[in-house]
């Protein structure tokens, strides 16, 4: 901390040297030293409003500066002393100077003549300022005034000019009415006869005539204003003005957090870079914030405008504030573009520890509220989207024939088309994000995660069992580990790597010293024992095939293997699906990018750019500028044909393409489509895959090369590729000496396992008299070595084959690829959705059948065999061995033991069965019923029966609590009461069970407790203090913005806020429809709530070990002590009735 202010001392001086020259008040006065209370003699000197005193009237430096503005001084009486010294005090002329602020001790001075004294009091009280600060407050009262004053006659002339307006139309009401009335009389003229007295009769009834038409009129006009009232068009104007008073508000906010921002970020760093040692350079400034400056003076200047249209209110009108707005917005497509960028580059600065502590001391500042810079600088990138969900809602309530309709439908439609351009970006951020919250996690830190084209793919707890060489578990050591305290790894896998880590006792990560980082492209992932290695399957047997192997062979350092072990099936099935889906990904692409450079000019990136069907919009089809993990344009609009077409194309298949796909393929088509395009694919791919695919499939080089001519050498990265395409052949073909191998071909790891689906029997295919070697050896095609790599997921040295067999070879080579396509996608859809299959028993019956199909294929390889067994294992079975436990069960134990009151269960226990129970609720909701805002319809209870399952659990557990607090009679029992759930709240948060700290929060919030003051005020500071800390985390204040900072770091097992989601994904919903104007499916919006569901499945399919106990359970669950809302607020009235008005 820096313990003293810095000041620029030259200037100081300047000052003090004209202060003792030129100052206002110069001469000896005696200050009173503040550690012992004696009096020294200074030479004081009085310069504008800073007080300067030296040693003595030479001296060249002050002794000390005093600033006077907004102080007070004072003469002073004499201390009190013993009679010896009371003469000589009496001669002295004491006064005080008193500072206006805090910490601050008065300056206690004396002179010898009264004169001085009095001189000295006065330069010094108008040197305060504070006759001028007097002023200002009374003229800021009288300009107050002026204003009010102002304000009234505004609205009096108001009034008047209305009251004039209707008196002139009344004025000229009256004329014509006299102008008919004397033409009406110059007719009558001659048959009118004047009568003097008229009847009395006639005049009371002229009278009730009068009175009945005034009667009729106001009545006639009552009713059209009740009418009015009461129309659509009133009603739609109110909502119009609610949504214009909204905006302000959330503007208002939004220019407060892009203040903070600014003043508490941007501008103190822009002054630590200028320092002598600067923790930061200004080029780094400039690229984290860029132009969040401007972006602040631009929404101010807005929302000032915004403030005078209320102030006009009831006329609102807004479309001249976004004609102003729309053209400097451009702004933001920088800020956008940047956005991934400066986080990178926040993240390398946060590597000095200097700038880390110079960062977390900003942070800390009252303003920011525990929020991280970070979180400041992603606001931008939803005001746009913010905007055009507002303007949505006023069109939707502003008349056709407004005079602004027009306005605000081009302003809409811009901001849409700037929002496009951010939206491609939104989800590259987030990703950036969790990879930044992870690497800060990781004590040692994890450069890779600074890479921006990693994307995380999934997390979680899974354990390491001890290994040797070749992958082989150590019995000595099982019979002594301690699997889940000595072997439980936190791991993390990203579409490059795979991360594993241990977890200290204070909740950082610290990665493995051997095998925390594992390159994917060196794995080969191992899901099943093999049938021929005994301890291998004696080891699946103990541990229940839960286990499966990553073989990791660098090239640097010698081969290790990585044993790992899933709580479930189902989390095995989705670990396994996800690695392998990377490992395809990653080697189908290095091996198509090395294969066609070395043998054809068609490189990989002019493939992709050639192939105008990739990146060009089309009719059908829109693309972003987005990259996938495939280094492919993202979809952003496309037709149900295109998207089954990217789906099955056989260059690549991105892991995020196919994730969402999944996720929400029921939206756009339906699983029978689906199914029938696969099936196509398998059965007729030529007909089925795109030309243009084929096409840069076979793409070879058009040089033929002469017989004589050197064949190219290859690089490491191919050699390595072709030595894993070897090991795939090696395992699928009979070691037989049927090809003859060259010295070369036979190296260390040749043999070592690959469990991906292998090298297709090229052998069927020999022409007799071929000869092999090693100049065969480099005559394969590129087809040939990308379905190797494609049928194998590995890497290596192609098999021999001449030009002869080229026919041959490509067709057998697009069915081997065409399968291998068929199997990933349906192994993924397997083992990651299998609720689509037990759900929909057609689906089932047709995939079964494809894959008997596929069975009974003469030509397929052996691991092609086996990965099609694998897939329908996993499909027939009816019911998963390791079946979880479910409320129903729970509630159904007919040898229960009696539950318990709650005064005999601790903390603990209520805590650890509440996340459980929580967990379980949570669990079991089907990720199809996240789908089309189903639970706010009105069948919500058929179409989302278990979203509404657990509305209702959260229900009777904010109940339970509220209720169990209300039964106590007495003060102390209430209090104690409050203080048990507060610490049952606090454990469910280290839990990680967020659900289960707002179930009780909300329950202490009911107005029936919180009421109660005589029972809060038992309740201890520690208390109070600590449910004022889990009522921030879980606020609903700004979206939840605690809650999600929390769940970012948050590891698995986890119990998030359901609520929280659900309102992300209507807000995703109601701001973008599902499909465009000319039909198109709006895959931008698809990534986006797949994005969301895989947030909430990996929380699902993390289990906790938390052992169940019916007693307490039993508690939890009974419905007979919960009251209903009426029935507790009656009862808190009768504990602490109302006090009297």
């Not at 009085?46 to 007080?51: C, K, T």
């Not at 000229?172 to 009558?188: C, G, H, P, Q, S």
């Not at 977390?360 to 509220?369: D, G, I, L, R, V």
């Not at 499909?875 to 079946?883: F, G, I, P, T, V």
Request: charged fraction near 25%.
């Amino acid at each position: 901390m820096q313990k003293s202010v810095r000041y620029n001392e030259g200037h100081a001086l300047f000052l003090s040297a004209v202060a003792r020259k030129e100052g206002t008040k110069r001469g000896y006065l005696c200050k009173k030293a503040a550690e012992n209370s004696r009096w020294h003699e200074k030479f004081f000197a009085l310069y504008q409003n800073i007080l300067f005193y030296f040693e003595n009237e030479q001296s060249a430096r002050p002794a000390g500066i005093y600033l006077l503005e907004g102080c007070t001084c004072e003469r002073a009486p004499a201390p009190k002393m013993s009679t010896t010294g009371k003469e000589a005090l009496e001669k002295q002329h004491y006064f005080l100077i008193v500072f206006g602020h805090d910490g601050q001790k008065p300056l206690e001075l004396r002179t010898e003549e009264e004169y001085e004294c009095d001189e000295w009091v006065e330069a010094i009280q108008q040197a305060s300022y504070s006759d001028i600060i007097i002023e200002r407050e009374v003229l800021m009262q009288k300009y107050i005034h002026l204003v009010q004053i102002v304000e009234t006659e505004k609205v009096a002339a108001n009034q008047l000019r209305t009251q004039l307006e209707d008196q002139d139309t009344e004025i000229e009401r009256l004329k014509a009415e006299i102008v008919a009335l004397n033409k009406t009389k110059e007719r009558m003229r001659p048959y009118h006869v004047y009568h003097e007295n008229e009847d009395p009769d006639i005049k009371k009834i002229k009278k009730v005539q009068s009175f009945m038409r005034g009667w009729l009129c106001r009545r006639k006009w009552k009713i059209i204003v009740q009418d009015y009232i009461c129309s659509p068009h009133a009603e739609s104007m109110r909502k119009r003005n609610q949504i214009v008073f909204n905006m302000v508000e959330a503007e208002t906010e939004y220019v407060h957090q892009l203040y903070i921002l600014v003043n508490c970020f941007l501008r103190p760093l822009r002054m630590a870079a200028s320092s002598k040692k600067p923790p930061i350079s200004h080029d780094d400034v400039s690229s984290i914030f860029l132009n969040s400056e401007t972006i602040m003076f631009l929404h101010e200047i807005f929302h000032q405008g915004l403030k005078a249209r209320i102030a006009n209110w009831p006329t609102l009108v807004l479309a001249d504030l976004f004609d102003i707005l729309l053209p400097m917005l451009n702004i933001y497509q920088e800020f956008v573009r940047n956005h991934q960028y400066s986080l990178q580059v926040l993240a390398n600065c946060k590597q000095n520890r200097d700038f880390d502590k110079l960062l977390k001391q900003y942070e800390s500042n009252a303003a920011c509220e525990g929020r991280m810079l970070e979180t400041f600088l992603t606001y931008p990138m939803f005001q746009i989207p913010r905007y055009i969900i507002t303007l949505h809602e006023l069109l939707a309530h502003t008349p056709h024939e407004h005079v602004e309709r027009k306005s605000l439908e081009f302003a809409k439609s811009k901001l849409e088309e700037l929002s496009r351009v951010m939206h491609d970006e939104v989800s590259d951020t987030e990703n950036i994000r969790k990879n930044l919250a992870i690497e800060r996690m990781i004590v040692e830190g994890c450069d890779i995660l600074l890479d921006t084209s990693q994307t995380f793919v999934r997390q979680g707890s899974l354990i390491q069992l001890p290994s040797v060489e070749r992958g082989k578990l150590s019995k000595v050591r099982l019979g002594s580990l301690s699997l889940k305290k000595e072997g439980e790894r936190q791991c993390f896998l990203f579409t490059k790597h795979f991360l594993v880590c241990t977890r200290s006792s204070g909740g950082k990560l610290h990665l493995l010293k051997q095998g925390g980082v594992l390159s994917l492209i060196d794995c080969t992932l191992i899901e099943e024992p093999d049938a021929n290695d005994e301890e291998s399957k004696a080891g699946g047997q103990v541990f229940g095939q839960l286990d499966f192997k990553l073989v990791v062979e660098p090239t640097d350092s010698p081969s290790f293997t990585v044993v790992l072990l899933a709580p479930s099936r189902q989390e095995k099935a989705a670990w396994t699906s996800d690695i392998s889906q990377c490992i395809d990904n990653i080697r189908c692409n290095g091996l198509m990018t090395s294969v066609f450079e070395e043998n054809s000019k068609v490189t990989v990136p002019h493939m992709i750019k050639s192939d105008v069907r990739l990146h060009k919009d089309d009719v059908d089809i829109c693309f972003s500028k987005t990259l996938n993990s495939c280094k492919v344009p993202q979809i952003r609009y496309a037709s149900v044909e295109r998207l089954l077409e990217r789906l099955t194309d056989l260059r690549f298949l991105s892991i995020d393409f196919l994730n969402t796909f999944l996720h929400t393929y029921r939206i756009f088509t339906t699983a029978s489509v689906v199914m029938d395009k696969l099936a196509d694919i398998y059965k007729k791919p030529f007909s089925s895959i795109p030309i243009r695919s084929l096409e840069l499939f076979f793409a070879t080089n058009q040089n033929n090369r002469s017989e004589g001519e050197e064949v190219p050498r290859i690089d490491p990265f191919c050699g390595k590729l072709r030595r894993s395409i070897r090991r795939a052949v090696l395992e699928s073909v009979s070691l037989e000496k049927i090809i003859p191998e060259s010295p070369q071909g036979s190296e260390a790891g040749d043999m070592s396992p690959c469990r991906s689906p292998s090298t297709p029997r090229h052998l069927r295919y020999r022409q007799p008299g071929v000869q092999s070697g090693e100049n065969s050896r480099c005559s394969v095609s590129p087809a040939s070595a990308f379905a190797i790599a494609t049928a194998a997921a590995g890497h290596g040295t192609p098999p021999v084959f001449t030009n002869s067999e080229r026919t041959c070879d490509k067709e057998f080579i697009i069915r081997r690829a065409a399968t291998n396509r068929v199997l990933n996608v349906l192994r993924h859809w397997v083992s990651k959705h299998s609720q689509d299959f037990e759900m929909n028993g057609e689906l089932k019956m047709s995939v079964i059948c494809l894959l008997e199909e596929v069975l009974r294929d003469p030509d397929l390889l052996p691991q092609e065999r086996k990965a099609t067994a694998n897939i329908l294992s996993a499909l027939s079975q009816d019911e998963q061995e390791d079946a979880q436990l479910r409320i129903e069960d729970i509630l159904q134990m007919a040898d229960c033991p009696k539950a318990e009151c709650f005064e005999s269960l601790s903390a603990m226990e209520l805590a650890e069965q509440i996340t459980l129970l929580d967990h379980i609720v949570f669990r079991s909701i089907p990720y199809e019923e996240f789908l089309g805002q189903g639970w706010m319809k009105e069948d919500k209870t058929d179409r989302t029966p278990y979203i509404m399952k657990t509305s209702q659990h959260f229900n009777d557990m904010s109940n339970l609590v509220a209720s169990q607090i209300m039964t106590h009679t007495d003060v102390g029992s209430r209090a104690s009461s409050i203080e048990k759930w507060v610490a049952v709240a606090d454990i469910c948060r280290c839990l990680n069970n967020y659900n289960g700290v707002l179930e009780i929060t909300s329950a202490l919030n009911r107005s029936a407790i919180y009421r109660l003051k005589k029972t809060w005020a038992k309740i201890s500071k520690q208390t109070k203090a600590l449910m004022d800390k889990l009522q921030k985390t879980v606020s609903s204040e700004g979206r939840f913005k605690n809650l999600r900072e929390t769940l970012k770091n948050c590891n698995p097992p986890c119990v998030p806020y359901l609520g929280m989601y659900l309102t992300d994904l209507a807000f995703i919903e109601e701001g973008t429809p599902n499909f465009t104007e000319e039909g198109l499916v709006n895959f931008s919006k698809m990534r986006m709530i797949s994005h969301i569901i895989r947030e909430i499945r990996q929380f699902q399919q993390t289990p906790y070990r938390i052992e169940h106990q019916a007693k307490v359970t039993q508690y939890l669950l009974d419905k007979t002590l919960i009251m209903d809302e009426d029935t507790l607020y009656d009862l808190s009235l009768k504990i602490e009735p109302r006090l009297p008005a």
